[in-house]
Protein backbone atom coordinates (compact mmCIF):
# COMPACT_ATOMS: atom_id res chain seq x y z
CA UNK A 1 0.00 0.00 0.00
CA UNK A 2 2.84 2.29 0.91
CA UNK A 3 4.10 1.72 -2.49
CA UNK A 4 1.85 1.71 -4.86
CA UNK A 5 2.30 0.43 -8.71
CA UNK A 6 2.11 2.80 -11.65
CA UNK A 7 1.02 1.76 -15.49
CA UNK A 8 2.82 3.99 -17.90
CA UNK A 9 1.99 3.40 -21.62
CA UNK A 10 5.17 3.11 -23.85
CA UNK A 11 6.27 3.70 -27.74
CA UNK A 12 6.43 1.09 -29.83
CA UNK A 13 9.06 2.50 -32.30
CA UNK A 14 12.29 1.47 -34.12
CA UNK A 15 15.34 1.60 -31.71
CA UNK A 16 18.80 1.29 -31.38
CA UNK A 17 20.84 -0.11 -28.57
CA UNK A 18 23.95 -1.82 -28.15
CA UNK A 19 24.16 -4.07 -31.65
CA UNK A 20 20.69 -4.19 -32.12
CA UNK A 21 18.31 -2.31 -34.15
CA UNK A 22 14.88 -3.21 -34.02
CA UNK A 23 11.34 -2.68 -32.87
CA UNK A 24 11.33 -1.94 -29.37
CA UNK A 25 8.62 -0.89 -26.58
CA UNK A 26 10.33 2.21 -24.30
CA UNK A 27 9.51 5.22 -22.57
CA UNK A 28 12.58 8.02 -21.84
CA UNK A 29 13.69 6.79 -17.83
CA UNK A 30 12.61 10.47 -16.64
CA UNK A 31 9.10 9.27 -16.04
CA UNK A 32 10.09 6.08 -13.85
CA UNK A 33 12.71 8.04 -11.99
CA UNK A 34 10.04 11.18 -11.35
CA UNK A 35 7.34 8.24 -9.95
CA UNK A 36 9.68 6.47 -7.98
CA UNK A 37 11.13 9.85 -6.12
CA UNK A 38 7.53 10.20 -5.14
CA UNK A 39 6.93 6.94 -4.00
CA UNK A 40 5.73 4.83 -6.78
CA UNK A 41 6.48 2.09 -8.12
CA UNK A 42 6.47 2.45 -12.07
CA UNK A 43 5.10 -0.45 -14.24
CA UNK A 44 5.57 -0.44 -18.65
CA UNK A 45 2.53 -1.02 -20.10
CA UNK A 46 3.38 -1.69 -24.39
CA UNK A 47 0.70 -1.69 -26.89
CA UNK A 48 -1.43 -4.91 -26.14
CA UNK A 49 -4.30 -6.24 -28.75
CA UNK A 50 -5.79 -8.74 -27.10
CA UNK A 51 -9.70 -7.62 -26.45
CA UNK A 52 -9.65 -8.52 -22.92
CA UNK A 53 -6.23 -6.49 -22.19
CA UNK A 54 -6.53 -3.53 -20.54
CA UNK A 55 -9.23 -4.43 -18.19
CA UNK A 56 -7.39 -6.90 -16.83
CA UNK A 57 -4.11 -4.68 -16.39
CA UNK A 58 -6.57 -2.06 -14.81
CA UNK A 59 -7.47 -4.34 -12.55
CA UNK A 60 -4.15 -4.74 -11.07
CA UNK A 61 -2.39 -1.79 -11.32
CA UNK A 62 -3.10 1.24 -8.50
CA UNK A 63 -2.78 4.25 -11.78
CA UNK A 64 -2.35 4.74 -14.87
CA UNK A 65 -0.19 7.30 -16.61
CA UNK A 66 -1.06 8.03 -20.28
CA UNK A 67 2.49 9.36 -21.58
CA UNK A 68 4.05 11.43 -24.23
CA UNK A 69 4.47 10.53 -27.78
CA UNK A 70 3.38 10.94 -31.33
CA UNK A 71 0.33 12.83 -32.53
CA UNK A 72 -3.06 11.18 -32.24
CA UNK A 73 -4.42 9.61 -35.40
CA UNK A 74 -6.86 13.14 -37.02
CA UNK A 75 -9.66 10.20 -37.61
CA UNK A 76 -10.39 9.70 -33.77
CA UNK A 77 -11.98 13.35 -33.95
CA UNK A 78 -13.51 13.61 -36.94
CA UNK A 79 -10.43 15.11 -38.93
CA UNK A 80 -8.59 15.57 -41.87
CA UNK A 81 -4.46 15.53 -41.38
CA UNK A 82 -2.93 18.96 -40.84
CA UNK A 83 0.26 18.79 -43.48
CA UNK A 84 2.55 18.97 -39.95
CA UNK A 85 0.21 16.34 -38.43
CA UNK A 86 2.33 12.80 -38.63
CA UNK A 87 3.07 9.61 -37.55
CA UNK A 88 0.25 8.29 -35.47
CA UNK A 89 0.05 5.05 -34.33
CA UNK A 90 -2.87 3.40 -34.66
CA UNK A 91 -2.00 0.27 -32.35
CA UNK A 92 -1.07 2.63 -29.86
CA UNK A 93 -4.20 4.52 -30.19
CA UNK A 94 -6.07 2.10 -29.61
CA UNK A 95 -4.75 0.55 -26.43
CA UNK A 96 -4.64 3.78 -24.44
CA UNK A 97 -8.04 4.66 -25.53
CA UNK A 98 -9.21 0.92 -24.11
CA UNK A 99 -7.06 1.69 -21.16
CA UNK A 100 -8.98 4.73 -20.76
CA UNK A 101 -12.24 3.34 -20.66
CA UNK A 102 -11.42 0.61 -18.38
CA UNK A 103 -9.57 3.19 -15.74
CA UNK A 104 -12.98 4.78 -16.30
CA UNK A 105 -14.84 1.90 -15.01
CA UNK A 106 -12.67 1.26 -12.65
CA UNK A 107 -12.51 4.53 -10.90
CA UNK A 108 -8.75 4.45 -11.57
CA UNK A 109 -6.63 7.45 -10.97
CA UNK A 110 -5.27 8.70 -14.66
CA UNK A 111 -2.63 11.12 -15.17
CA UNK A 112 -2.50 12.43 -18.77
CA UNK A 113 1.35 14.00 -19.81
CA UNK A 114 1.40 15.56 -23.11
CA UNK A 115 -0.22 13.70 -26.08
CA UNK A 116 -1.90 11.78 -23.07
CA UNK A 117 -3.53 14.75 -22.26
CA UNK A 118 -4.28 15.16 -25.94
CA UNK A 119 -5.43 11.69 -25.94
CA UNK A 120 -7.67 12.01 -22.73
CA UNK A 121 -9.78 15.13 -24.39
CA UNK A 122 -10.18 13.02 -27.55
CA UNK A 123 -11.27 9.79 -25.58
CA UNK A 124 -14.01 12.13 -23.97
CA UNK A 125 -15.19 12.99 -27.32
CA UNK A 126 -13.17 16.33 -27.84
CA UNK A 127 -10.89 17.69 -30.53
CA UNK A 128 -7.62 18.82 -31.01
CA UNK A 129 -6.07 21.60 -32.55
CA UNK A 130 -3.34 20.39 -34.93
CA UNK A 131 -0.70 22.88 -35.28
CA UNK A 132 -0.71 25.20 -32.09
CA UNK A 133 1.85 27.84 -34.09
CA UNK A 134 -0.60 27.94 -36.83
CA UNK A 135 -3.19 29.82 -33.58
CA UNK A 136 -0.39 31.45 -31.84
CA UNK A 137 2.12 32.88 -34.14
CA UNK A 138 5.26 31.64 -32.38
CA UNK A 139 6.91 28.08 -31.68
CA UNK A 140 7.74 28.56 -27.93
CA UNK A 141 5.35 25.23 -27.05
CA UNK A 142 8.11 23.13 -29.19
CA UNK A 143 11.62 24.72 -30.35
CA UNK A 144 12.30 21.62 -32.90
CA UNK A 145 14.31 18.58 -32.05
CA UNK A 146 14.71 17.54 -28.81
CA UNK A 147 14.79 21.03 -27.02
CA UNK A 148 11.92 21.68 -24.32
CA UNK A 149 10.28 25.05 -24.46
CA UNK A 150 10.74 26.72 -21.38
CA UNK A 151 6.30 28.23 -21.01
CA UNK A 152 4.88 30.32 -17.96
CA UNK A 153 1.39 28.57 -16.76
CA UNK A 154 -1.03 30.11 -14.97
CA UNK A 155 -3.07 27.69 -13.08
CA UNK A 156 -6.92 27.85 -11.77
CA UNK A 157 -7.56 29.19 -8.36
CA UNK A 158 -9.62 25.89 -5.96
CA UNK A 159 -8.43 23.31 -8.48
CA UNK A 160 -7.31 20.02 -7.61
CA UNK A 161 -3.88 21.01 -9.95
CA UNK A 162 -3.56 24.43 -8.06
CA UNK A 163 -3.45 22.55 -5.06
CA UNK A 164 -0.65 20.29 -6.33
CA UNK A 165 1.49 22.79 -8.16
CA UNK A 166 0.78 26.14 -6.80
CA UNK A 167 -0.90 29.23 -8.68
CA UNK A 168 2.10 29.49 -11.48
CA UNK A 169 4.69 27.44 -12.41
CA UNK A 170 7.11 27.45 -15.26
CA UNK A 171 7.16 24.13 -17.22
CA UNK A 172 8.96 22.20 -19.88
CA UNK A 173 6.97 21.68 -23.10
CA UNK A 174 7.69 19.90 -26.54
CA UNK A 175 4.42 19.90 -28.36
CA UNK A 176 3.19 20.94 -31.30
CA UNK A 177 -0.67 19.87 -31.00
CA UNK A 178 -3.13 21.52 -28.29
CA UNK A 179 -6.33 20.54 -26.67
CA UNK A 180 -9.26 23.06 -28.30
CA UNK A 181 -12.54 20.74 -26.88
CA UNK A 182 -12.21 19.04 -24.08
CA UNK A 183 -16.27 16.98 -22.80
CA UNK A 184 -16.51 16.16 -19.20
CA UNK A 185 -13.19 18.34 -18.19
CA UNK A 186 -12.02 21.92 -16.74
CA UNK A 187 -9.51 23.91 -18.57
CA UNK A 188 -7.40 24.08 -15.19
CA UNK A 189 -3.99 25.66 -16.60
CA UNK A 190 -2.88 28.02 -19.72
CA UNK A 191 -0.25 29.78 -20.76
CA UNK A 192 -0.23 33.46 -21.73
CA UNK A 193 -1.00 33.17 -25.29
CA UNK A 194 -4.34 31.21 -24.27
CA UNK A 195 -2.86 27.52 -25.13
CA UNK A 196 -4.98 25.05 -22.67
CA UNK A 197 -2.29 23.44 -20.69
CA UNK A 198 -4.31 21.37 -18.25
CA UNK A 199 -7.45 19.69 -17.60
CA UNK A 200 -8.81 17.83 -14.77
CA UNK A 201 -12.56 16.46 -14.61
CA UNK A 202 -14.30 16.93 -11.29
CA UNK A 203 -14.98 14.74 -8.84
CA UNK A 204 -13.23 12.69 -6.12
CA UNK A 205 -11.36 10.55 -8.89
CA UNK A 206 -7.91 11.77 -9.65
CA UNK A 207 -8.39 12.75 -13.25
CA UNK A 208 -6.05 14.77 -14.36
CA UNK A 209 -3.67 15.86 -17.93
CA UNK A 210 -1.33 18.21 -18.19
CA UNK A 211 0.48 19.37 -21.58
CA UNK A 212 3.72 19.50 -20.10
CA UNK A 213 6.75 17.56 -19.35
CA UNK A 214 6.13 17.33 -15.39
CA UNK A 215 8.58 14.53 -15.41
CA UNK A 216 11.69 16.66 -16.75
CA UNK A 217 12.04 18.73 -13.81
CA UNK A 218 10.67 16.02 -11.50
CA UNK A 219 7.53 17.94 -10.13
CA UNK A 220 7.24 16.01 -7.11
CA UNK A 221 3.65 18.05 -6.19
CA UNK A 222 2.59 16.54 -9.35
CA UNK A 223 3.42 12.99 -9.55
CA UNK A 224 3.12 12.80 -5.08
CA UNK A 225 -0.28 14.21 -5.69
CA UNK A 226 -1.15 10.50 -8.46
CA UNK A 227 0.58 8.50 -6.03
CA UNK A 228 -1.59 9.66 -2.99
CA UNK A 229 -4.58 8.86 -5.31
CA UNK A 230 -3.24 5.66 -6.17
CA UNK A 231 -2.98 4.46 -2.62
CA UNK A 232 -6.40 5.48 -1.96
CA UNK A 233 -7.36 3.50 -4.56
CA UNK A 234 -5.41 0.38 -3.92
CA UNK A 235 -6.84 0.66 0.06
CA UNK A 236 -10.47 0.63 -1.56
CA UNK A 237 -9.90 -2.08 -3.70
CA UNK A 238 -8.52 -4.37 -0.98
CA UNK A 239 -11.48 -4.12 1.11
Do not use: K, N
Not at 22 to 42: F, I, K, Q, S
Amino acid sequence: MDAPVVGLTTYRQQAMWGVWDARADLLPTEYAVALEAAGGVPLLLPPVSLPVAAERLVSRIDALVVSGGADVDPGRYGAQPHPRTTGWQPDRDDWELALLTAAAQAQLPVLGICRGMQLMAVHAGGTLDQHTPDLVGHETHSPGGDTYGAVAVDTEAGSRLAGLVGARLEVSCHHHQSVATHPGFTAVARAADGTVEAIEASGERFCLAVQWHPEIRVEIGLMAGLVEAARTHARRSAR
